[in-house]
């Protein structure tokens, strides 16, 4: 077999494309090693690193060859995440979404096409490399000299960067699965009654595999969530203790601070994207029982509560309206606390002067109305609507930070509770997105555990 033949394979698979990239990129980063350690400017540990990840990296594709894909896949992302910590240890730790954005390329890569084994090992080593990035920092080992104490436009890019494979490779899954579907289920327009019988029992089947597959789809989604949870605690709790190991002087404590902020990002993007997944395959649980008047006034305040300490940050004010006669409602109290955070720092988030109002009234048709509004940048009239949509905030999400996944999830929530939220806008003039929930009627306290899969 001809090199031409083995080239036109390979390229045929998606994962080529990662290794390609990551090969070019491996290249540059140990030819300008190689020069910068001659010139006597960097570590000969950093050189060997950067060689190392280049071989690894062409082992992967030695295995891809033989159409081993899950083992090239655990190549290609230890050596992607090798160069990483080659990249970023002259800069340290201590520059925000970069550290986090980069270091999770090698999990997503690992996550869609390496085995189970192999995301947990990927997993552990990103874990052990956050760790020791945050050590050299610590010990001053690597660092560059004069290096920037803040890097926003790289930053940017590499979130950009980051988002683009992301959406890249989801595109191509639900593709390769679109089209599987569309070819199982074409026939023949002169298909005969024999050809129809055989087909309904292949659908049979099919069906019968798919629901299988399903139960095994929201296994591997519980597994992986605490998979990828357990690391994140485990750096979280750490970073925490550090200061109670030694004294810690204002610049640690600063680097230790954001850390914890960006390691929450990361934990809230899981548990957001975690959430969607589970109401898109239905298998989202609700625990709803009646919320009576004043555990719902209680909930309303608190919230406004927790708004007001995000507002203070962009000296904002909040206020809130809410009737002393409130209806009673059967609802999951953390999921309903859930969607009302959601539209009030989405409000803070998108407000940069003004006020910010939460009201609740009863609205017609027997429904509790709960308004946010705000006299933030507005959505113009073609957004409104794509904003319910998944990553629909995808690109105010990137500059103003988030997942673009809050508003598509409270939707979801809300519908789940036989409730809707709407939106009233206009570009430059404010927000006000409504919840509404339907009232229960009566003293009958409900207390159940909803289970809405399908």
């Not at 925000?96 to 999770?104: D, E, M, P």
């Not at 595109?171 to 023949?188: C, I, M, N, P």
């Amino acid at each position: 077999m001809g090199w031409w033949s083995i080239l036109h394979k390979l390229l045929k698979h998606p994962l080529f494309a990662i290794l390609a990239s990551a090969l070019a990129a491996e290249l540059i980063q140990t030819a300008y090693m190689l020069v910068r350690f001659w010139q006597g400017q960097s570590h000969l540990l950093l050189l060997f690193c950067s060689m190392a990840a280049l071989i690894i990296t062409l082992g992967g594709l030695a295995i891809l060859r033989q159409r081993q894909i899950a083992e090239a896949a655990l190549l290609v992302s230890l050596g992607l995440l090798l160069s990483i910590v080659v990249l970023l240890a002259p800069y340290g730790i201590s520059h925000g979404s970069i550290v986090l954005s980069i270091l999770t390329t090698p999990l997503i890569v690992a996550t869609l096409y390496a085995d189970r084994g192999g995301v947990i090992l990927i997993m552990v080593f990103t874990a052990a490399a956050v760790l020791a990035l945050f050590f050299f920092e610590q010990l001053g080992l690597f660092l560059a000299k004069d290096r920037p104490q803040d890097i926003p436009i790289l930053n940017l890019c590499v979130v950009l960067i980051f988002l683009g494979m992301l959406s890249w490779l989801m595109y191509d899954h639900f593709r390769t699965f679109r089209l599987s579907q569309e070819t199982g289920v074409k026939q023949s327009p002169n298909v005969q009654t024999e050809e129809l019988r055989r087909a309904l029992d292949e659908a049979r089947t099919m069906r019968a595999q798919a629901e299988k597959g399903d139960s095994a789809k929201s296994a591997f989604i519980a597994a992986i969530s605490h998979e990828l949870r357990t690391p994140l605690h485990a750096i979280i709790a750490m970073t925490k203790y550090i200061p109670q190991d030694g004294d810690v002087n204002e610049e640690q404590r600063a680097h230790i601070a954001r850390i914890l902020a960006n390691a929450g990002v990361l934990l809230r993007l899981i548990n957001d994207v975690l959430d969607i997944s589970k109401i898109d395959a239905g298998k989202m649980e609700l625990y709803k029982r009646t919320i009576l008047p004043h555990e719902l006034s209680e909930l309303l305040y608190s919230v406004v509560e927790d708004g007001r300490i995000l507002a203070a940050k962009k000296n904002l004010a909040i206020f809130s309206n809410i009737p002393i006669d409130l209806p009673q409602i059967a609802a999951d109290m953390n999921r309903l606390r859930q969607i009302l955070t959601n539209l009030l720092s989405n409000a803070v988030k998108f407000t940069e002067a003004g006020e910010i109002e939460l009201s609740a009234h009863i609205g017609p048709g027997g429904m509790l109305m709960i308004e946010v509004r705000d006299t933030g940048l507005g959505i113009a009239e073609p957004d409104l609507a794509i904003i319910f949509a998944p990553f629909g905030q995808a690109k105010q999400a990137l500059i103003q930070g988030g997942t673009g996944l809050g508003l598509p999830i409270s939707q979801k929530l809300a519908e789940l509770h036989g409730g809707a939220i709407t939106v009233e806008s206009q570009l430059g003039s404010g927000s006000t997105f409504t919840l509404s929930l339907p009232i229960v009627h009566g003293a009958r306290v409900l207390e159940e555990k909803a289970d809405v899969s399908r």
